[in-house]
């Protein structure tokens, strides 16, 4: 079966850095459309990024476009996620998500979830 396993969260200053994978195994990577979510305490799970087969990407614009990047790697079958300029609002779990198709949309509904990783922005 699929299985998304998610690494690279931690604990980090205002300011930092950290870059997210997630690894996908049980089936090829380069078929799915890929995306990342946050869930933070006491909040619903939200909409960060997503990206096609080929690299077309949507951002959540109010609250990470500019600071955050997704990108794959098909080759390694990973999605990353680099997140640069991190605030205390972004402390939360991260999770990444695939599913088939071929339109990209922050609305779309995903099949498949990793686990999450957990990243703390202190102040």
């Known amino acids: 079966q699929v299985q998304l396993v998610e690494s690279g969260g931690g604990l980090v200053q205002a300011g930092g850095s950290l870059k997210l994978s997630c690894v996908v195994s049980?089936?090829?990577?380069?078929?799915?459309?890929g995306a990342w979510f946050r869930q933070a305490p006491g909040r619903e799970r939200e909409f960060v990024a997503v990206?096609?087969?080929?690299?077309?990407?949507?951002y959540d614009t109010n609250s990470v476009k500019g600071r955050f990047a997704i990108s794959r790697n098909n080759a390694k079958n990973t999605l990353f996620l680099e997140m640069n300029s991190l605030k205390p609002e972004d402390t939360a779990v991260y999770y990444c998500?695939?599913?088939?198709?071929?339109?990209?949309?922050?609305?779309?509904?995903?099949?498949?979830w990793g686990q999450g990783t957990q990243v703390t922005v202190s102040s």
């Open positions: 049980g089936h090829t990577f380069s078929d799915y459309i």
């Open positions: 990206i096609s087969q080929i690299g077309a990407t949507i």
């Open positions: 998500a695939a599913r088939d198709g071929v339109v990209i949309d922050r609305r779309l509904v995903f099949d498949y």
